[in-house]
């Protein structure tokens, strides 16, 4: 995500820039002393020699160990001893006795419903029906499913051909629709009468017990809710037992890796008895969703069971959970999962009979997991960032570690299934959307990850595999795919302008002339032929035009017509692509995109700015709205004036504000819940909006409650892919817990308040010009081709402000230091370089705030500001 404003220095021409040198520099601002003279060059190294040691290792969540094991067991079911053996300490033994054979109703007996689905082909795409009478056919692979999900009362009857006696019943259901709230009722020849209620139940096989003994010819069970599942709110009865079933109960572990990790699971058995018990794992990122089905695995596209299975042999073997079946068709594992909680039960799915049967033995001597994440460990770190702010330099590294989770080899087998998977891309390094999901690489997820890992571990083949691959799917009209998914067709508005913003920041940041110069004309073909045919007689792009329609963008939002986000994007994409242009010799490109950047720019303020509420229109048509997304890219990309800005980012403090961070629109008229949403997708735009607008306080306190949030909640550490009502899951269980697209406190951290950041390709150009707020210290490094690049500032501390930089030979550029809009002079090496009287030198100005010494080059050097 490109989102550099025009409030940073304009960089200079990419090309020009890798000629021009620069050397260390150092520079500081300390009060005056009392004869009203400059305090010493060598009191600026004191203050900074005085703060803390360097710590910045003690936050560091990954680690470079290939294989991770669980910190403990968290609960136990069943027959179980020993459970601490899965953790190194012994054996742990699962027994569970044969289940007797299950009570069935009459000959003759039938069953209604309140309503059932139509017959489909299933997730599996095998015809199915869901008939209430599959309910009492004592086949447990069938079930009745009702017509409408998130629909009550529900309601099912059976009607025995005579009457049957009843101590109660036994309802089991659907792993993916639990019935949670129900009563069961009986006729008494007159009047039905309630024999139970039952609230809050979470059991796939539900024993339901009756004050006494009922005769009777006929039962009714209504539900009032039903598990959430991400196959929809149904509800779903494979079978009504009629008695109380007490199967043995089933014998599982579950265990903690303490966060989210993202691997192939590993299980050391001891053995298992000759009747072929089955194991059956579920995983999940939170203990919420822990139940016996995974919060989310892939398999679940194509209706999947929701857990993996295997069946132990009788002798001790290492089993690695990999994709595929164990016999034919049965006893199927998913293989790489995202997660942090595993339950492990000896259990089977009756379609694996007799490969896989749920009892028996089984003895487990270890658990582990071999990670696929990128190398995590203090010495993988090309970058780094502390402060003061300890919860700052947490969110850091949690974000880091977010990101090493989703940067992995693109693999057929564990990849998006929904034919995601693409031999250009196979057995290369990406940046994948999400550890558990999706796990294909999409260049909106891109936009923020890339930048994450340029200044944490500095892979950048992740992020240019990803770029180039898209580029060289490129539509014949211009538009670029998102991702790989759907053989690279899935219709997004907005992501070939991501493609555009991310492959600017590819080459500012890793110096890579020679991708801007092969995929320039997949930029101009993207810039002159498919955007154009989508912008209106106004200038701004209009998502309808050309068959656009159908078209999502990164939240699916049924967004139509002149929409600010789209256009605002536009505008930053066409003033990144300038650059390009200018550095590859096409002046004229170059001259264009600036002029239709400025003319997309006019055209937002004169037709989307909202003078009543001082924020600009999330759309020009349809119910008034505003989003954080359009309103802190329109900042971002120069569109607003310093009035706008502030009004705008005004109006969200006031209008979006949750706990858990700001909410994406300031109503609900777009989605139902648009004023509690939170992505921190969009949430890094405005916080960058903020810092670089001089609200950097404001800045770091939407981060708290955005990071803070995350940070504190289950699963912990990891960024969530989005927020919602009251800080839940916004999609449930669906939801990735570990979204590279979350990551922007990372750049929001060094490039604006630490304040470094590239102007020119490789950091051959760079600047610094820090947002610190209330943080009283920073320092960190940023890792850039030429070697590291070092900023450590202080403020607060026996100096106003006092700001070291140490660039790489071969490197130049601009340091500007906060003045406070007071009348200061400037010293570099105990010489005047700005007193605002005197002829200044390294071309210092002095505006919004900040002296900045242009053109900064050579040696280690001492500049110090004095009040006057």
């Not at 009203?36 to 009191?43: I, L, N």
């Not at 039960?345 to 270890?366: C, E, F, R, W």
């Not at 582990?368 to 994440?373: F, I, P, R, V, Y």
Request: aromatic share 10%; proline share 7%; hydrophobic share 35%.
């Amino acid at each position: 995500m490109r989102l550099v404003s025009k409030l940073r220095p304009r960089p200079l021409n990419l090309l020009a820039c890798l000629a021009l040198g620069v050397t260390s520099t150092v520079v500081a601002l300390s009060p005056a002393r009392a004869d009203g003279q400059a305090s010493p060059s060598a009191d600026a190294a004191k203050i900074l020699a005085g703060l803390p040691s360097a710590d910045w290792r003690r936050y560091v969540q990954g680690t470079s160990h290939r294989e991770i094991s669980p910190v403990r067991v968290i609960s136990t079911t069943g027959d179980v001893t020993n459970p601490g053996g899965v953790l190194g300490a012994g054996t742990t033994t699962l027994r569970r006795e044969a289940p007797k054979p299950k009570p069935a109703w009459p000959s003759g007996t039938t069953a209604t419903a309140s309503s059932y689905h139509d017959p489909n082909g299933g997730n599996d795409g095998t015809p199915t029906s869901y008939e209430p009478g599959h309910a009492v056919d004592g086949d447990t692979r069938t079930f009745w499913n009702d017509a409408t999900a998130d629909t009550y009362p529900a309601w099912l009857q059976i009607t025995s051909p005579t009457p049957v006696k009843l101590p109660g019943i036994t309802v089991l259901s659907n792993a993916d629709g639990v019935p949670m709230d129900f009563t069961v009722a009986t006729w008494n020849g007159s009047d039905w009468v309630t024999q139970a209620t039952v609230t809050g139940n979470t059991d796939v096989q539900r024993a339901v017990t009756f004050p006494q003994e009922v005769e009777t010819g006929r039962v009714r069970i209504t539900v009032t809710k039903d598990q959430p599942s991400s196959k929809g709110d149904y509800t779903r009865i494979n079978e009504v037992y009629p008695g109380v079933v007490a199967d043995p109960p089933q014998a599982s572990v579950t265990l903690d890796f303490g966060k989210v990790v993202v691997g192939y699971p590993k299980i050391g058995f001891g053995g298992a008895s000759d009747d072929h018990p089955g194991v059956r794992l579920a995983f999940s990122e939170t203990r919420q969703y822990l139940t016996d089905r995974s919060d989310f695995t892939r398999s679940d596209f194509s209706g999947g069971p929701g857990t993996d299975q295997y069946a132990p042999p009788g002798k001790p073997t290492t089993w690695t959970d990999t994709k595929g079946c164990q016999s034919g068709t049965k006893v199927c594992a998913d293989g790489l999962h995202g997660f942090r909680y595993l339950k492990i039960s000896l259990d089977a799915l009756a379609g694996d009979a007799p490969a896989a049967q749920p009892y028996g033995t089984v003895k487990i001597k270890n658990v582990a997991l071999e990670s696929t994440a990128l190398d995590g460990g203090p010495g993988a770190y090309k970058g780094w960032f502390e402060s003061s702010d300890r919860s700052l330099n947490q969110y850091w590294y949690n974000a880091s570690y977010t990101n090493e989770l989703v940067t992995d080899t693109f693999r057929p087998t564990d990849v998006e299934p929904r034919n995601a998977d693409s031999p250009s891309l196979d057995g290369k390094l990406v940046l994948h959307d999400g550890a558990k999901r999706d796990r294909d690489p999409y260049v909106g997820d891109v936009a923020v990850s890339g930048r994450t890992d340029y200044l944490t571990h500095a892979v950048p083949q992740a992020a240019r595999n990803v770029l180039a691959d898209l580029a060289d799917h490129q539509r014949a009209d211009g538009w670029i795919p998102p991702a790989s998914i759907n053989g690279y067709t899935l219709p997004l508005f907005d992501y070939p302008l991501w493609w555009v913003t991310s492959s600017s920041d590819y080459v500012l940041y890793t110096g890579d002339t020679g991708y801007a110069r092969t995929y320039y004309p997949n930029l101009v073909k993207t810039l002159d032929a498919w955007y154009p045919s989508v912008t209106d007689s106004r200038g701004l792009l209009s998502k309808g035009l050309n068959g656009t329609n159908g078209y999502g963008d990164y939240a699916f939002l049924p967004r139509t017509g002149e929409v600010t986000y789209y256009n605002a994007l536009y505008v930053q994409a066409l003033k990144d692509a300038a650059g390009l242009a200018r550095a590859l010799g096409h002046a004229a490109d170059a001259d264009r995109w600036e002029q239709r950047a400025g003319t997309v720019a006019s055209a937002i303020n004169t037709y989307l700015w909202d003078a009543r509420t001082g924020a600009y229109l999330d759309s020009g048509t349809g119910a008034v709205r505003h989003g954080q997304d359009g309103n802190g890219l329109a900042i971002l990309a120069g569109v607003a004036s310093s009035d706008r800005a502030a009004a705008a980012l005004d109006h969200l403090a006031k209008t979006t504000a949750q706990p858990y961070g700001n909410a994406f629109m300031d109503n609900d008229t777009l989605v139902s819940d648009g004023s509690e949403r939170v992505y921190a997708f969009t949430s890094y735009p405005e916080i960058q909006a903020r810092f670089l607008t001089g609200q950097a306080d404001s800045a770091i306190e939407e981060i708290k409650r955005l990071y803070g949030w995350m940070t504190n909640h289950d699963p912990g550490i990891t960024d969530w892919e989005g927020i919602g009502s009251g800080g839940s899951l916004y999609e449930g269980a669906y939801t990735s817990m570990a979204h590279g697209w979350s990551t922007g406190v990372v750049p929001a951290l060094s490039n604006d308040l630490l304040g470094a950041a590239p102007t020119g390709p490789g950091f051959a150009t760079w600047t610094v010009r820090p947002h610190p707020g209330s943080v009283t210290w920073a320092r960190g490094q940023l890792p850039t081709p030429h070697g590291a690049f070092r900023v450590t500032w202080a403020q607060g501390r026996g100096a106003a402000f006092t700001l070291r930089v140490d660039a790489p030979p071969g490197t130049s550029g601009d340091v500007a230091v906060p003045t406070g809009g007071k009348r200061v002079t400037v010293r570099v090496d105990g010489k005047v370089a700005w007193d605002g009287d005197a002829p200044s030198t390294h071309q210092a100005t002095d505006a919004g705030g900040y002296v900045t010494l242009h053109g900064v080059a050579g040696g280690s050097h001492t500049v110090q500001v004095i009040a006057r």
